[in-house]
């Protein structure tokens, strides 16, 4: 069967995204009773997106942090290693170096692997996968950004995912923050699927997967400030982060 694959590009900052909705895979969550009503909330999100059916000024606003430019801050490398032990250890955190997306990945080899090609590819060949480049927002966080892969599970769970194809072991950690707030946005935009949203960073090597709320154990845990952006002259907003945690 032909895959349905909708694209919209959506430009944000001056930066333009491709936004893709596969609608065969999604169709098959949908069209499962026991899965209908989360696979059905996020339809009826996906399809607000293609309809341009959101707030695109939000994404322009000086005073709105970007998820994005969110990372741990203040660790050394061997603070980082014994952090992801621990978490893994107390089950916040599963750390894995095979899986059936990891596989997935693995086949796209070479030129291939840029960050598109990896989305593209994913979209096309995992059934799992519904949607990337996806735009979320919260007017009330003051807060926005773009979600790289969202895919689907038989158990119900909404995967929110990024691709670091430059980031390895504690480099990997270090962007929780940025991943989490995406899952929290998400959860805020679909509340009915909140409880579903399980968040993953991963690259061709390796994964690690958590639930959005681990933001708020490692706010407990880390000195302020234990966030940091990328970009200064888009600093987020301390009134942000404390609604965050």
């Not at 699927?193 to 993953?200: L, N």
Request: aromatic share 8%.
């Amino acid at each position: 069967m032909r895959n349905v694959i909708l694209r919209k590009k959506i430009t944000h900052r001056r930066i333009t995204y491709l936004f893709q909705w596969n609608q065969t895979n999604h169709k098959l969550f949908v069209s499962d009773p026991s899965l209908h009503d989360y696979a059905g909330s996020l339809w009826d999100f996906l399809e607000r997106v293609y309809r341009d059916d959101i707030p695109h000024h939000l994404f322009s606003r000086t005073d709105f942090g970007r998820a994005s430019t969110m990372r741990l801050s203040n660790i050394s490398k061997t603070d980082g290693a014994n952090l992801a032990y621990r978490l893994a250890n107390e089950g916040l955190v599963k750390l894995e170096s095979s899986s059936e997306l990891l596989k997935l990945v693995k086949k796209v080899t070479g030129s291939s692997t840029s960050h598109g090609s990896v989305l593209s590819f994913l979209l096309n060949f995992d059934p799992n996968s519904v949607a990337s480049e996806i735009p979320v927002y919260s007017e009330e966080l003051k807060l926005t950004g773009h979600i790289d892969l969202l895919r689907l599970r038989s158990d119900a769970t909404i995967q929110v995912l990024d691709f670091k194809p430059g980031l390895r072991d504690v480099s990997m950690l270090l962007a929780i923050p940025q991943v989490a707030a995406y899952g929290i946005l998400l959860g805020r935009l679909i509340p009915s699927v909140r409880e579903h949203i399980e968040c993953s960073l991963f690259n061709t090597q390796e994964s690690i997967t958590f639930k959005p709320d681990l933001l708020e154990t490692l706010g407990g845990e880390m000195s302020s400030p234990f966030l940091e952006e990328k970009e200064k002259t888009h600093r987020l907003h301390q009134s942000t982060l404390d609604s965050l945690l």
